[in-house]
Structures are given as C-alpha cells and as structure tokens.
C-alpha cells in the first residue's frame, strides 16, 4: 500500500502558504487492513479513516460516479485497484488533483503546477459538472487566492455557468451551501467570491436578493455591497459582521424591511447571531449614518432595540457594520467615523442610569420600567445637548 499527501496541504505547499490540515490518500489498500492497522473508521459513507495518533484523514483511493440529483446521489467505488490518477480526476480543480509521496516527490497528471504558476483555477474533468457545491468551491478558492493574482479558467467559468443554469445549485441542502459561504466570507477578499457568483450566473440562483441589488434601477447597490465586504475583510471583521454586510443592502424600499433578509436568513439556516446582525444592520442602518441628527427618543429606540444594556458586543458589530457602509462609499481608507464614538457614548449614557434610586423611591413593576426609560431619555437628551 501507497500513501500520499493530497489536495490543500500539497497545493499550499508549492504556493508557500502555511499547511494548516493534511488530506492523504491510501492507495492499494482495503478497509479491512486500515482497521487491522489501527485507523478508526469514520462516516457511514466514504471509506475514509483516522489516523490512530496524529488523527489526519486518510481515505482510501476511489472512483465516483454520479446517479441522481444533489449530493446524496453518488455511488463511489474504492478498492485496492483504483490508482491513483483515477482518484485525482474526480477532484474539483487542477491545483486540487496533486499528490506527493512519501519522498517528496510530485504527481501531477492534470498539470496542476502549471496552473499554479500561471494563477489560474481550472476544473480536472467534465465530471466537475457532477456537484453543484464545485461552483461555490471555485469562487471560494477565488476569493482566497485573488491576491496572488489567481483567475478562474474560462472553461471553467462555462461550465459553472452551465450548472448555474441547469438548476443543479437548488439541489444543495442548505447546510453544504452556508458551510461554502461562510468559509468564502472569511476569506481575504470575499467580494471576489460575489463576484465569480454573479459572472457564472450563481449568485442568481443561491441570493437573488442580493443579485438584483446589480439590477436597475439601483445600479451602484451591487457595486456598493462588493466594496463594504472588502472593507470588512480588510478590516478583519468576524463572519457575523460580514453576513451583515453581504445583505445591508436588502432592507431599503422593502415592506417590511427586513423581509428579504429573513428569507435570506432562513434559506440557509444561518446561525442566530449573523441572523440577528443582518436584520438589525438592515433595519438600522440609516439611523446609524444619521446618528449625531437623531432625536434623543429615537435613540433610546435604537439602545432598547439592540438590548444594549446585556448585549454591548452585538452593538459593537452593529457600529462595526454601519462603519464598513460608511467606509465603501467614501472611499477612503483613514476617513473616521464620528457615528460610531457617538453611538457608544450613547449607549454608555443610558447604561450609567442608575436603577436603585427608583427603587428607593418605590416604584415597582411595569412603572419602574417606564421611569427607566424616561430617566435614560432625559440623560440622552443632556447628552445631546453637550
Ligand atoms: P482548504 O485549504 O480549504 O482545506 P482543500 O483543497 O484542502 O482546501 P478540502 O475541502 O480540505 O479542501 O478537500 C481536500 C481535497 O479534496 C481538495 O483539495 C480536493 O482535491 C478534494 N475535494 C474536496 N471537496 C471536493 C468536491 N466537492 N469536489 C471535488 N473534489 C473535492
Ligand atoms: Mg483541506
């Protein structure tokens, strides 16, 4: 039995990007002598195992072909016959089919390498078309390696289209697709991820919401949306900041405004906190750049929305948001934000009210909710005025 370094660690290797996880294949080996051996099976369908000590992936050399719609439709064949070129060309780009022996030493059948040197992403085989979770692969890989001056492959780009096109991306059950998309949001230009979406025609298809934003009669929306998610990268925003500004474009002209966003929201199953910042980016977002006009009552509307008393963190990636708008649409890249250091001076403010004298002078109950408010309103309006 042969085993071989495979996929992203060798692929990252060449570039001299850091190696975080290895993948390797097992080539001419059976399940049988893996457990014998005292690697630990996992997951019902693949025939992939655990190392006993270092806990790395090691599958067993297949062959993959598809037999219906959707992921679940695939029948692999993994056996001591299979080689190793037959297990690379099912592998979704060039750069990905790589392995490395034990020595060192290169296979390389689909001339990743070459691909590598000259920045390009291109798909191993028509059997790409195979799953439609390749098209967000390759955007990802895009907005990951758009630095280094990587492109995708014009057939490539045609065929992810022709999925796009096909209807392929609805049969992704929405736990694969919000994996692909929070992991290319958190790459370091994951406004290129929108981008190859949008050329391949699969932004369409995944966030039309978010497509139409490039549509008239709002013709810089799209444009914008692209520039806040770099600015949130390039400020290292967490993901939650950075699904909120994918989607800050939703609300405007909706009724209600945040319907779109909860659409969004819910076809994805995201996580209840970049749920929650989406939606509130959405609906406060104009108040947020109109921050230093505001009355003081529609201030303290905003602090009791966000529950700034028990949840500061989450106003903090609010302002960190409306900062990222703010930010892509003038421009420049030292301009301040004076919104944000007045809304967290708001925020202290009606944190500091005090609620033992109230109770001192014995209001209890509903009442002594109102009297709060009415006291953080009065030390808003002092802070205005100052
Ligand atoms: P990363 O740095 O994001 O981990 P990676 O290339 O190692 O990148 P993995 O998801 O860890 O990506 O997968 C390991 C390898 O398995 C890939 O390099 C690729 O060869 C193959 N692979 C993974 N997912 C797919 C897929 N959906 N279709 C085809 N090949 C895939
Ligand atoms: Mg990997």
């Not at 850091?18 to 025939?47: C, H, K, N």
């Not at 958190?186 to 298809?205: I, N, S, Y």
């Not at 692209?226 to 939650?240: D, G, N, T, Y």
Request: charged content about 25%; some cysteine; proline content about 5%.
């Amino acid at each position: 039995m042969q085993i071989y370094k495979v996929g992203g660690a060798v692929r990252d290797r060449l570039l001299g990007r850091p190696v975080t996880d290895i993948d390797w294949v097992v080539v001419g080996a059976t399940a049988e002598q893996m457990q014998s051996l005292g690697y630990r099976p996992v997951g019902a369908d693949f025939p992939v195992f655990l190392h006993p000590k270092s806990g790395e992936e090691y599958a067993l050399a297949r062959t993959e072909r598809k037999s219906g719609r959707g992921y679940g439709g695939f029948v692999f064949h993994a056996s001591p016959d299979v080689t190793l070129e037959q297990d690379l060309i099912r592998r979704d780009l060039t750069i990905n089919a790589m392995a490395e022996d034990e020595q060192g030493r290169l296979t390389d059948p689909y001339h990743g390498q070459d691909d590598l040197c000259a920045r390009i992403l291109r798909h191993v085989s028509p059997a790409f078309a195979e799953d439609p979770l390749r098209v967000l692969r390759v955007a990802r890989f895009a907005a990951r390696y758009a630095g280094l001056g990587f492109t995708v492959a014009t057939e490539t780009l045609d065929l992810m289209r022709q999925l796009s096109e096909s209807g392929e991306l609805q049969a992704l059950t929405p736990e694969r697709s919000w994996k692909e998309i929070a992991r290319a949001l958190m790459e370091d230009q994951p406004q290129v991820f929108v981008q190859v979406l949008r050329d391949c025609g699969a932004l369409k298809e995944l966030l039309p919401e978010v497509d139409a934003l490039f549509d008239v009669p709002q013709p810089d929306a799209g444009t914008h949306t692209l520039s806040v998610l770099e600015q949130a990268a390039r400020h290292q925003q967490p993901l939650s900041v950075r699904w909120a500004c994918l989607l800050h474009g939703l609300g405007k002209g909706q009724t209600p405004p945040q319907q779109l966003i909860k659409t969004v929201n819910e076809r994805f199953k995201v996580p209840r906190d970049c749920q929650e910042l989406a939606l509130l980016v959405g609906q406060y977002l104009t108040h947020a750049q109109r921050a230093l006009e505001l009355e003081a009552s529609t201030l303290l509307e905003l602090l009791q929305s966000f529950d700034v008393y028990r949840r500061p963190q989450r106003f903090e990636e609010f302002i960190a948001a409306c900062e990222m708008d703010a930010r892509a649409r003038q421009g420049q890249e030292e301009c301040s934000y004076p919104q944000g250091d007045y809304l967290r001076g708001a925020a202290e403010t009606a944190r500091a009210v005090a609620v033992q004298p109230l109770i001192e002078q014995g209001i209890k109950g509903k009442e002594l909710g109102e009297a709060l408010k009415a006291e953080r309103l009065k030390a808003l309006q002092t802070y205005k005025g100052s």
